[in-house]
């Protein structure tokens, strides 16, 4: 999950799957992907010394043979994504399981979207809207402390990083990330996710895993997530797998239009 998830879509469904699959280049190359996961809980608000407080959301993303499971707490959502391979478009699954249907966006219309998104931000007066059509931000990074910051006049990302060997969940890691990113911004945030995919480009060029992320916008409280990365998943990891992969093959699949319809929310009173 990132850190701006707080703005991420929720609806009454208790399945939302990104499933990701990864494939080896080279010739006839196969590999086994390493297992691992990822808790993540985000906070608003400043942090204060000695003082613990409440997440607003928690999520679980697991990674198993290449594949991507991400689970958020409340709503309960799950999903599924494809990496695009060749000239195939990767694609997202959603999941409602209270309805228990399903739709797909393939990247291909994240990659559209994202470009009408840019040109029309750049149009906009919205300071705001411009720079995240295309950002620039004055980074550093301290290799001995693993602090990496992007700064800019209107938000700034600062990160506590932790390095690692193991660079090629890091590639799946970032893959998946991005993707996420974007999708994010479709269902929820309209607003260019450039900022974020900087954000992402930096971590992966000093080869680094996030452990704590806090975004600072003008006029905003602070946002941070908080990520703590185990090499290994349990047993009940792989029964939540298991019910995800029930659903896939299961529920009726329709189209985006009918699917959003079906699982946006009641207001109360209504």
């Known amino acids: 999950m990132t850190v701006e998830s707080r703005f991420r879509w929720t609806r009454t469904c208790s399945l939302f799957a990104f499933v990701v699959l990864f494939v080896a280049s080279g010739p006839l190359r196969v590999f086994a992907a390493e297992s691992f996961r990822i808790e993540t809980k985000i906070y608003v608000g400043e942090e204060k010394e000695g003082k613990e407080s409440e997440p607003v959301s928690k999520t679980t993303t697991l990674f198993q043979n290449g594949i991507v499971y991400d689970f958020l707490e409340q709503p309960e959502q799950t999903a599924v994504f494809r990496k695009p391979l060749g000239d195939k478009p990767g694609r997202f699954i959603l999941l409602c399981d209270k309805e228990r249907v399903q739709t797909e966006v393939s990247t291909e219309q994240l990659t559209g979207t994202m470009k009408k998104l840019r040109s029309w931000a750049r149009q906009q007066k919205d300071p705001f809207l411009q720079f995240a059509a295309a950002p620039r931000f004055d980074e550093t990074f301290d290799g001995d402390k693993g602090k990496l910051v992007l700064a800019s006049h209107l938000e700034t990302y600062t990160v506590e990083t932790t390095p690692t060997d193991h660079q090629d969940s890091l ?21 260019p996710p450039d900022p974020r995919l900087k954000l992402n480009d930096s971590l992966a060029r000093h080869k680094v895993f996030p452990a704590k992320i806090e975004l600072k916008r003008a006029g905003e409280d602070p946002i941070r997530a908080e990520h703590v990365f185990t090499w290994r998943i349990s047993q009940k990891d792989l029964q939540r797998i298991d019910d995800v992969r029930t659903g896939l093959a299961s529920y009726r699949q329709t189209e ?10 009641v207001e109360a009173g209504k």
């Open 171 to 191: 590639a799946e890691y970032r893959e998946f990330l991005d993707w996420y990113t974007q999708l994010n911004t479709l269902l929820a945030t309209h607003v």
């Open 256 to 265: 985006n239009q009918e699917f959003l319809k079906l699982t946006e929310p």
